[in-house]
């Protein structure tokens, strides 16, 4: 056991964490930076518009691999045409698991990290560092991301479970004494682990083992859902003492994931992230880390001892270690970012000393429901949710699709679903609208006439492409007319000038930037046997004709239709989706509009209108961007004497996206705006 447990060593978390740490203890290169607060508009001034990479859907060149393809000069050549600053390349270090000293695969998408090196699936260092160096070359930059939450099931889990040193402070992990292994499911072997059932978490925390459930069950299909819980136990293993044990883990996603202990007295897990952040930002040179799934570091049992339910979401540890990691970061010089979906006050709690930039799970859910059902009531209400906790847009990155279902948890009302809100003229609680909007969801999205979808227990899994098509009761998603093309790209801009015309970070990804199609199931079906149907949303995608004879990526995925083409086609082409695009980004650049301010979302005659008025930087005028998810011409009137506070009356009003003189403010300070079906302009009050 000595020799295999010496190998485990070696290819660990910790053990690759101390050896970085020398690095910068006791230095002066962890002194050069202030760090206390964040620096959101120094990370905007380095780079607001970000393309979002998912290399295992990624199409490449024969002879290269996805490191060589993210740093081609053809391809940051057409993102710099483009307007995108930089990548945020998605995890690329080595993931997955060991089954004795065999490496088992991925089963999160690398979001199961288990080494510190690349995995040389993507390529080497040499070639990140080329991938660096040809951004540079464009005044961009490269975005990784640190996984504080969790590892998979590699060197330092396989340590924890054989009581080594003090790798079990790693991990939320408790050893259930011998007399009470009959209250466990049996296990195959020492691989292996089983799920325990809602009653048996409760008879365990009722012996003081866990806390108890959790709040949330952030993986599992709607079949499953009220069956599954966040705790898995082991089979019989014997430790480095020659003790036989048996554990109990906790993994708020897969049970590949387990979940990595914040609050033990060895801070394992607290080296292990800070090795990982030295590694990404001083030897792989990321100016910009995101952090993954930070809410989920603390949990405690219930402070109500009545509660069999554990505090698992939004703890005050989850806040101070996530401070801790970007202070970290703005220590070494870069810049960090986080998933956040959250109730917005714990957001706003999130975001006071953490990291500099957050997603936007607030306005990305409530843009999607306006675009399926043609109302954008609920956009409305969640922009004025946001004014009433002061969050400011300019702290969020706006995004189109990422690799992840189309999100509908809208976790604000399930943390305040007994509280009342006014919405749409009644007064209604927060379980209640949140069981409503997903309702016209799941009706508008789910059944027969759209075979194309399916669903996690957080939302749709389609691409924004499906989506739209779902809006637009299109059926036969693969046999499209121009006509029906040409909607879907009329709506999917509509989407773009939403997220790009406000205040913060845009970022697009492949799948959009070439039209993708969801996946059809027969070409997916060996991805589903856990139902995780989010392969249907990431289907392989060529951005360069890269290789016109492939039929899957490198990592297998199928490639899908796509509605666009790629991009050096596209740019060609001036009504292209890339083109236009291309022109919505020069006036973002041209006017700031990611350090404008946001003053208002006023109020609007129609339900299907949205209107955003922005003071631009450096006193140059007021940005409106206007949009009509609805199916009918719409004319709005804004009054923007009352907004601003000042006299714009008699000022010129121009169409920054036609490059034409829209009109003029009249003597009362209004503007008149109409917009016809899924139409969306943006105009300057000069």
């Known amino acids: 056991m000595n020799k295999y447990i010496n190998w485990l060593e070696e290819q660990s978390l910790l053990a690759s964490a101390k050896e970085l740490a020398k690095q910068l203890s006791g230095t002066k290169n962890g002194w050069q930076q202030p760090y206390a607060l964040p620096q959101t508009e120094q990370a905007l001034e380095a780079a607001s518009v970000w393309f979002n990479a998912y290399p295992a859907a990624t199409i490449i060149k024969p002879g290269q691999n996805i490191l060589q393809f993210l740093g081609d000069a053809d391809l940051w050549q057409a993102f710099a045409g483009i307007g995108i600053q930089a990548v945020h390349t998605s995890p690329m270090k080595l993931a997955g698991g060991l089954v004795e000293d065999k490496h088992t695969p991925t089963v999160d998408g690398w979001f199961d990290r288990i080494a510190l090196t690349i995995d040389p699936a993507f ?13 540079a070359k464009q005044q961009a930059i490269i975005a990784g991301d640190i996984i504080p939450g969790h590892t998979g099931k590699g060197a330092d889990f396989l340590l924890a479970l054989r009581n080594y040193g003090e790798y079990p402070g790693i991990y939320d992990l408790i050893e259930i004494a011998e007399p009470d292994w009959a209250l466990l499911p049996e296990v195959e072997n020492e691989w292996e682990s089983v799920n325990l ?13 866990l806390p108890g459930n959790l709040q949330r069950v952030l993986f599992s299909i709607p079949e499953t859902e009220d069956q599954v819980t966040g705790w898995d136990v082991t089979g019989k293993i014997e430790g480095v003492d020659g003790v036989v044990r048996r554990w109990i883990y906790l993994h708020y996603f897969k049970p590949g994931l387990p979940t990595m202990n914040w609050l033990d007295p060895t801070f394992a897990a607290k080296r292990i992230i800070a090795g990982d952040i030295i590694k990404s930002i001083r030897v792989l040179k990321n100016k910009i880390v995101r952090f993954d799934a930070t809410p989920f570091l603390g949990i405690e049992p219930n402070p109500d001892p009545t509660s069999k339910i554990a505090w698992s979401e939004g703890h005050p540890l989850s806040v101070t270690s996530t401070e801790n990691l970007a202070w970290f970061v703005r220590k070494l010089g870069g810049w960090s970012f986080q998933e956040l979906n959250l109730s917005l006050d714990i957001i706003k709690t999130f975001s006071q000393y953490g990291p500099d930039l957050a997603y ?47 999100t509908y948890e ?51 899994c389609t691409t924004l492409t499906g989506l739209i098509a779902t809006r637009l009761q299109i059926t036969d998603i693969y046999n499209l007319s121009l006509e029906q093309k040409e909607q879907i790209k009329q709506a999917h801009l509509l989407l773009v000038l939403f997220n790009a015309m406000q205040p913060g970070v845009f970022v697009i990804s492949g799948w959009d930037l070439v039209g993708a199609l969801p996946a059809p199931r027969e070409k997916i079906s060996h991805l589903l046997g856990d139902k995780d149907y989010r392969w249907i949303n990431r289907g392989a995608y060529d951005l360069l004709d890269s290789n016109a004879e492939a039929e899957t ?66 006193n140059s005028g007021y940005e409106i961007t206007a949009l009509n998810f609805g199916d009918e011409v719409v004319v709005e009137k804004i009054d923007l004497s009352r907004l601003t506070g000042n006299d714009c009356s008699n000022r010129t009003v121009v169409d920054l996206l036609q490059n034409v003189k829209h009109g003029s403010v009249n003597a009362e300070g209004i503007v008149q705006i109409e917009l016809k079906p899924l139409e969306g302009k943006v105009l300057l009050v000069s």
């Not at 843009?367 to 969020?396: C, G, S």
């Not at 509280?419 to 059944?447: H, V």
């Not at 022109?583 to 339900?607: F, S, T």
Request: hydrophobic share 40%; no cysteine.
């Open 123 to 135: 390529g080497s260092e040499s070639d990140y560092a080329a991938m660096v160096d040809a951004a």
């Open 197 to 209: 059932s809602k009653e048996t978490v409760n008879l365990l925390h009722a012996k003081g083992y």
């Open 360 to 406: 936007d799970f607030i306005t990305r859910p409530a843009v999607q429901h306006a675009m399926l059902t043609k109302d954008a009531t609920f956009l409305h209400f969640m922009f004025k949710l946001m004014q009433e906790y002061a969050i400011n847009p300019r702290t969020l990155i706006h995004g189109m699709q990422n690799h992840d279902e189309i």
């Open 410 to 460: 809208l976790v604000h009302f399930l943390e305040h679903s007994e509280d009342q809100f006014d919405y749409a003229g009644e007064t209604i609680s927060g379980k209640e609208l949140r069981d409503q909007i997903r309702a016209e969801m799941f009706e508008i999205a789910i059944g027969p006439k759209t075979p194309y979808n399916d669903l996690t227990s957080n939302g749709l």
């Open 553 to 618: 990526s490198t990592d297998g995925l199928p490639r899908v239709e796509n509605l666009y083409g790629s991009l050096q086609e596209q740019l060609k082409d001036s009504a292209s989706f890339v083109s236009q695009l291309k022109n919505i980004l020069a006036v973002r650049k041209q006017y700031k509009i990611d350090l404008a301010e946001q003053i208002a979302i006023p109020e609007v005659a129609n339900r299907g209108a949205v209107i955003m008025l922005h003071k631009l930087p450096e």
